[in-house]
């Protein structure tokens, strides 16, 4: 799957900035993000279109010079947790047919 910004000149001469994305030699319209005949808004259009792809296609960019940042957004992005393996894991130290190192008073 290739995602990627193409700039693409109408009949009337204004440039429509699209983002396609070309899957087994198809390309497919995912999004329009808009025309313009000014090359400063077709440059803004096309950084625009650039950041969409960065969510569209699911790959996060992390900003490693703020660890604050980071740090931040991994804890909002935890909804929920689930405690798995803790019987596991500790349950055979304390079932008396596998303790190990310990004495059971009766």
């Known amino acids: 799957m290739a995602v990627f910004v193409r700039k ?18 198809k ?5 329009t ?14 950084i625009e279109g650039k950041r969409f792809i960065d ?13 604050d940042n980071i740090l931040k957004s991994a804890f909002q992005s935890i909804s929920t947790h689930t405690e798995v393996g803790t ?9 008396r047919d596998y303790a190990i190192g310990y004495i059971f008073f009766l």
């Open 27 to 31: 390309s497919k319209l995912v999004k």
């Open 55 to 67: 969510s569209y296609s699911g790959q996060q960019i992390l900003d490693f010079c703020s660890t």
């Open 8 to 25: 693409k000149r109408n009949k009337s001469g204004i440039i429509s900035i699209q983002v396609i994305n070309k899957l087994e030699g």
């Open 87 to 95: 019987d596991l894991l500790l349950g055979r130290i304390f079932n």
């Open 33 to 46: 993000i808009g025309s313009a005949k000014d090359i400063n808004e077709i440059e803004r259009l096309v």
